[in-house]
């Protein structure tokens, strides 16, 4: 078993959403518990009723599961009335600490990041086709371009460049097209302009879309990766410690390999690889004659050597990319695609598997709230 040290420096990864920064630096642990084989932690929250006690269950069991910890059980009470001053006071924070309330990420069931290690592959138009195709499922769904440098969402969506509306909550109000609610830089940045921002300031962008937006419900939030593996990757990995990763490779070998860096790095930041999905998998002519332009079987290769599953081949079609300069789908436009049968496919798939962090969620509505109080002190539930 790890040590008590070995595993506060652990806890270290468990970020407050709200305040954003972790809970050991917060004071926020209150107890570890060292059994012979298992690990309790206790932390505390500002609210006895705070919605993100979700967050912290995952987040915890993620950093333990690190330490080779399986067996985690998380509790939380509440900082007392002084406890919650001092930090307040820490943090030179004026008007009250946040109650877990204003941050809608705990709404979300799935976050689901699209990613590839490589560009071109097909990343942003499955994001756009598998969001409709779960809106066809029924599913609430929201898509976060994270592409900050090289968005392409807005336009796939027919959405120009109009600005978010703000909501009397200054809340960032996502903008819609097809059911699906969408987030993009693309929204505030001057059509064509580059983005260059690194580190912070692009943690502090991505922070904001996911904190800043009013999002609602949602069954999935979709992220599109930009290409390549690090920093968006990495700042999301902290931000949701629940989100999972859909791979994209093409048939291709080559692309295959470094699609396996991609995952390789995604479990560097501890996400999980959920599956993967091979978009390009051959051209079949109007005639019925199949060319397999980009090679045959690397989708199922790379699923097989990350033992996950392959959700689905999307074929190249010529509407699928034509519907994507004309902003609209494929899969809502013409069902009857062939790609857009097999993104439909990959959808179901997707909510055929959806664990959803459900036992977590639903144990918690019952789990009580422990109270450490100072005796005599009232604890105003906020
Ligand atoms: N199955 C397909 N059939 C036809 N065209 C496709 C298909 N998949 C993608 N394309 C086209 O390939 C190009 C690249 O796709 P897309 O922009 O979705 O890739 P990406 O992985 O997001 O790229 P980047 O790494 O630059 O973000 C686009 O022009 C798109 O319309
Ligand atoms: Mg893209």
């Not at 940045?189 to 690194?198: F, I, L, M």
């Not at 990766?225 to 700042?235: I, N």
């Not at 692309?255 to 860096?261: E, G, T």
């Not at 109007?286 to 081949?313: M, N, S, W």
């Amino acid at each position: 078993m790890p040590t008590r040290e070995e595993i506060l420096e652990a806890l270290k990864s468990v970020i407050d959403p709200e305040i954003r920064k972790d809970v050991v630096e917060l004071g926020m642990v209150r107890e570890i518990t060292i059994g012979d084989d298992r690990v309790d932690v206790m932390i505390s929250l500002t609210t006895g009723g705070c919605p993100l006690r979700n967050h912290f269950v995952v987040a915890v069991r993620k950093a333990l599961r690190g330490l080779g910890v399986d067996e985690c059980g998380v509790e939380f009470d509440v900082l007392s009335p002084e406890e919650k001053a001092a930090l307040q006071k820490k943090l030179g924070m004026s008007s009250g600490l946040p109650t877990g309330d204003a941050a809608g990420l705990n709404a979300i069931r799935n976050v689901i990041c699209v990613g590839s290690g490589k560009g071109g592959v097909g990343k942003s138009s499955l994001t756009v086709n598998l969001a409709a195709a779960l809106v066809a499922e029924g599913k609430t769904v929201g898509v976060l371009d994270a592409d900050v440098w090289g968005y392409s969402i807005p336009r796939m969506f027919g959405l120009g460049s109009d600005r978010p509306p703000i909501s009397p909550q200054r809340k960032i109000l996502p903008l819609e097209s097809q059911g699906v609610k969408i987030m993009s830089i693309g929204f505030f940045v001057p059509e064509d302009s580059a983005v260059v921002w690194r580190g912070p300031m692009l943690h502090k962008a991505l922070n904001q879309f996911l904190e800043d937006v009013e999002w609602g419900a949602l069954d999935y939030l979709l992220i599109d990766l930009p290409p390549g593996t690090g920093d968006v990757s990495m700042t999301l990995a902290q931000l949701l410690p629940q989100a999972q990763f859909l791979l994209v490779t093409t048939p291709q070998p080559a692309a295959q390999k470094v699609a396996k860096r991609a995952a390789e790095m995604a479990t560097k930041v501890s996400l999980d690889v959920l599956g993967v999905v091979e978009n390009m998998s051959g051209f079949t002519t109007p005639g019925g004659e199949r060319f397999p332009i980009f090679g045959e079987g690397g989708g199922q290769e790379l699923a097989d050597e990350l033992d996950v599953p392959l959700f689905g081949k999307v074929p190249l079609t010529m509407p699928l990319r034509v519907q994507a300069d004309a902003g609209v789908p494929i899969v809502a436009e013409d069902p009857s695609d062939p790609a857009s049968q097999a993104v439909r496919q990959v959808a179901r798939g997707l909510i055929a598997v959806e664990p959803q962090l459900p036992p977590v969620l639903e144990d918690l509505a019952e789990l009580p709230v422990m109270q450490h109080e100072p005796k005599g002190a009232s604890l105003p539930m906020a």
